[in-house]
């Protein structure tokens, strides 16, 4: 999982296998962001959940939230070479929920091989 | 679709220099941000500002100044350049009225210091 000073994480995975990445928060959010990041370019965001909501849909993308636990998950169903990118969670959590802030996870880069 | 610009996109230095990195986004969003990225660290905030003339702290800003002249630009100024300055710079913007408060990046600058 991805978190506060943990190095960043590393998955290879072979195209069509299905992966998940964990992500866990310290205190109350309202609002996990899961950002994509391809080598050379900025952070796009992919899908977000909000507190209220325990899954989000995207795609081949499902995004878990489990506010009891304040952990979220980023799952990519039949992964294919072009997922090949860092994913990062980010939250609002250190800010009270003032959501024009976000603190971000330091990442986890998925490989994907043919 | 939100257009964050960086310039410039490479960038050596000296120990002791001055250094301006510059950024630009042409919707109108109202927050602008300056982050960091290192490699175990993911993205680290600097200084954020709400509008114009508007400046706030970030969590890593010792070392770093920014100014936010006007809606569409924001700059990080670096003067006295130092190694531990070396880094991968982006730039965002978001939308206070989005309650996604998704955040558009910029490319990045890649700052060298010597």
């Known amino acids: 999982s991805q978190w506060g000073e943990e190095n960043l994480q590393a998955l290879s995975i072979q195209e069509g296998e299905d992966v998940t990445m964990n992500c866990s928060y310290k205190t109350y959010t309202t609002v996990v962001h899961w950002y994509r990041q391809d080598s050379g370019r900025g952070p796009a965001l992919i899908i977000l959940?909000?507190?209220?909501?325990r899954e989000k849909r995207s795609g081949r993308l499902r995004a878990t939230l489990d506010t009891s636990s304040q952990s979220s998950s980023l799952s990519i169903t039949a992964a294919q070479c072009e997922d090949t990118a860092v994913y990062f969670c980010?939250?609002?959590?250190?800010?009270?929920?003032?959501?024009?802030?976000?603190?971000f996870g330091t990442g986890t880069l998925l490989s994907v091989k043919p | 679709e939100a257009a964050v610009t960086q310039s410039p996109r490479n960038k050596v230095t000296v120990t002791g220099g001055n250094v301006t990195l510059s950024c630009r986004q042409t919707n109108s969003h109202n927050y602008m941000y300056w982050y960091r990225q290192d490699t175990g660290h993911g993205l680290r905030l600097i200084h954020y500002?709400?509008?114009?003339?508007?400046?706030q702290i970030g969590d890593v800003p010792d070392g770093y100044k920014a100014t936010r002249t006007t809606q569409e630009d924001f700059f990080l100024l670096l003067e006295l350049a130092s190694p531990s300055q070396t880094s991968l710079y982006f730039c965002a913007s978001s939308d206070a009225r989005e309650s996604s408060y998704e955040q558009y990046f910029g490319p990045g600058t890649r700052l060298t210091v010597l």
């Open positions: 980010a939250t609002d959590a250190m800010y009270g929920g003032s959501g024009n802030k976000l603190i």
């Open positions: 500002s709400y509008g114009a003339g508007n400046l």
């Open positions: 959940i909000r507190s209220n909501e």
